[in-house]
């Protein structure tokens, strides 16, 4: 049998969603990568974990939910047993995705976690929301900062820091300024009435435009502690597989 760990924790996050196509909204990969990934599993082991006999939408066969709580009590001993390996060991290193407008909220964090809570080496990237969500679902990240919390899952480690508000910019009607998340999610019908539409997924790109074209679009205000109406929260997330006790250091280091 081939190594299928990665193959595995997707099952696992699949699993919660009725049937092919509505987990694929929610762990972070397109229907068709996510199609072969259960493929190969299939494969490797000699099951069927989709019943695919329904015409429109496969669903999960009871196969499919036993494997998916095999792995996951699997891992759970996994962490227990590591974690009383390492509660007392310095951590050696964190990868810490941010959206560009959380940057501030992002380098706080990095300091903090190397001058009270120990890190060794912290790499801090920054993405657009499509991507930071994906990278964090597909287990590339070990903490993020982001106004949305991915897909509909609750998550074991998730922190309010603060919030954000979008300011509207409406400068000109010549061009409209959006972020590729934006983009995705846009009406395409109201954007025909632009003649130009200026797509980036760098906030600083996008400011920059504004400022030196115009154009009409959002741009998010400077993030700050606390709670305000009509604002997107601040959130930091961790992954389910992050140490309990790195988690407890890092958010009683930021005092929430």
């Not at 996050?13 to 259960?38: D, E, M, W």
């Not at 082991?45 to 329904?54: E, F, H």
Request: one cysteine or more; proline letters at 3%; aromatic letters at 8%.
């Amino acid at each position: 049998m081939q190594q299928i760990y990665y193959e595995m924790s997707v099952l696992a996050k699949a699993i919660h969603f009725k049937n092919l196509s509505a987990a694929a909204l929610h762990v972070g990969l397109s229907q068709p990568q996510l199609s072969r990934i259960i493929a190969r599993i299939e494969d490797d082991l000699k099951i069927v974990l989709l019943d695919r006999s329904a015409k429109r939408k496969s669903g999960w066969t009871p196969v499919a939910f036993q494997l998916s709580e095999i792995f996951e009590k699997s891992i759970r001993r996994l962490e227990t047993e590591l974690q009383g390996i390492s509660n007392n060991q310095v951590v050696g290193e964190l990868h810490i995705g941010t959206l560009e407008g959380l940057s501030d909220f992002a380098l706080n964090t990095t300091r903090l976690c190397f001058e009270e809570v120990g890190v060794k080496k912290i790499t801090l990237d920054i993405f657009d929301l499509n991507e930071l969500e994906a990278n964090f679902m597909s287990g590339n990240l070990d903490l993020i900062f982001t106004s949305k919390s991915p897909g509909r899952q609750k998550f074991k480690y998730l922190a309010e820091l603060g919030f954000q508000k979008l300011e509207e910019i409406n400068s000109s009607k010549d061009f409209a300024v959006l972020s590729t998340f934006e983009y995705g999610r846009a009406n395409k019908k109201e954007l025909e009435s632009f003649p130009h539409l200026f797509v980036s997924n760098s906030l600083s790109i996008r400011r920059g435009w504004l400022e030196k074209n115009g154009g009409t679009g959002h741009l998010p205000t400077e993030a700050k502690r606390g709670r305000a109406k009509d604002a997107e929260p601040v959130l930091l997330i961790g992954s389910e597989l992050l140490n309990p006790v790195l988690w407890t250091n890092i958010t009683s280091a930021l005092d929430v």
